[in-house]
């Protein structure tokens, strides 16, 4: 597949996450809760988390912000729902390599659609956007551990 077909490609899928947002909505008063903003272009979200066992059993966010911001929540959220959180911050963690242009190896741990984001690295202004949610879920993990 040529750049180009591969640049439209994950363009059409950061904008069926935005269009169609997965596990968009609000948890029980149980739920882990974090409310982050990025106050540059005003992306905001909550994310809502229910951990079991070290595992993130459900997960769910509500929020407004552009069109990379609200996919990357989607994708972020389909990525590690029923993932231990280990595994939820390694991949938080080759996201954020990932958005610095890095080249990242995703061996053993699916991440489904976020890849798609690749391309946002070349554009600096972007990233925050793109990282909203995961440093989100980052902060929520912490906040569980400690």
Request: net charge negative; aromatic share 6%; with cysteine.
């Amino acid at each position: 597949m040529s750049f180009n077909n591969l640049d439209t490609l994950y363009r059409q899928v950061i904008m069926d996450h935005y269009k169609n947002p997965r596990n968009r909505g609000s948890l029980s008063e149980e739920a882990l809760t974090l409310e982050m903003n990025n106050p540059t272009c005003g992306d905001r979200i909550q994310l809502y988390l229910i951990v079991e066992n070290d595992r993130i059993k459900d997960v769910k966010f509500e929020g407004e912000g552009c069109s990379i911001s609200l996919a990357s929540a989607s994708m972020m959220t389909q990525a590690i729902k029923e993932q231990k959180l280990s595994d939820a911050l390694t991949m938080s963690h080759y996201f954020s390599k990932l958005m610095l242009g890095e080249d990242v190896e995703l061996t053993d741990l699916d991440m489904g659609d976020v890849e798609a984001l690749q391309g946002v690295s070349k554009f600096p202004a972007r990233i925050k956007c793109a990282t909203l949610a995961w440093k989100a879920m980052e902060k929520a993990v912490d906040q569980k551990e400690n």
